[in-house]
């Protein structure tokens, strides 16, 4: 058989062509138009695409800044272990807490309601020299609700955010730090809590807060020795 022209259609062939259209309710301009939000949804699909794309390459770029502050902050910590090591380890352990200054220096409390304070403190405290630190944070806890007026306060505070950030609950961690920084602002902890504040923001992903933090130490604090751990971890990132 020869094939067909669309010219060559016999009017009854033409008719059934044309019932189609009327068969699906789509006119020759319907037609067009429905082709044209076929095409507009196509283009919506792909970028929808792109965007999820991006997504996931900002996720992997904030997972891998992440794990280079980790890796940094590790680093540091080991020079900073080693460097410890050449001194009197027992010594350099009262030395991070006024409370082992104090006694070493014959130091006493003047009033005796703060005894219970101290020794609630130094039983705190004791975890995490032993690296127990489910049980300082719960020790911590509980002084800072006990005692609420303590002048122990921020440096409580100040371990409830170390104990927190090793068992890596680092939310609550920068919260406790953060406490530091806005109720006691007079105290010594305060570039310490400042410096570990920086690191906790570089472990959530917060890169920008966390250099604004490391430069607030060195700029306000120059000659701490927070300040020099943020001087080497700013110089390390770059």
């Not at 996720?59 to 940094?72: F, V």
């Not at 807490?97 to 409390?109: L, V």
């Not at 020794?119 to 489910?134: E, I």
């Amino acid at each position: 058989m020869l094939p067909l022209s669309v010219a060559g259609l016999s009017p009854a062939l033409a008719a059934q062509s044309n019932s189609l259209y009327d068969q699906t309710g789509i006119s020759s301009g319907g037609l067009s138009t429905f082709n044209q939000l076929q095409s507009q949804q196509q283009d919506i699909n792909a970028l929808r695409g792109q965007i999820e794309e991006l997504k996931h390459q900002l996720q992997e770029q904030k997972e891998l800044s992440q794990k280079r502050y980790m890796d940094l902050e590790q680093r540091l910590s080991n020079a900073d272990s080693q460097s410890a090591s050449t001194s009197n380890q027992a010594s350099s352990n009262e030395d991070s807490d006024p409370i082992s200054t104090a006694a070493r220096q014959g130091s006493s409390t003047a009033a005796t309601g703060n005894d219970g304070a101290q020794q609630a403190y130094q039983d705190a405290f004791s975890n995490v020299q032993s690296r127990k630190f489910d049980e300082a944070i719960d020790a911590f806890e509980k002084f800072t609700a006990s005692y609420p007026e303590s002048n122990l306060n921020a440096n409580a505070y100040y371990w409830l955010g170390e104990s927190y950030a090793a068992k890596s609950q680092l939310s609550k961690s920068a919260g406790a730090f953060q406490t530091v920084l806005d109720k006691y602002s007079n105290s010594s902890k305060v570039p310490d809590a400042m410096y570990r504040l920086g690191l906790v923001e570089a472990r959530l992903g917060n890169g920008s807060k966390a250099m604004a933090l490391l430069k607030q130490v060195v700029s306000d604090y120059p000659n701490s020795g927070a300040a020099t751990k943020s001087q080497n971890f700013i110089d390390q990132m770059r």
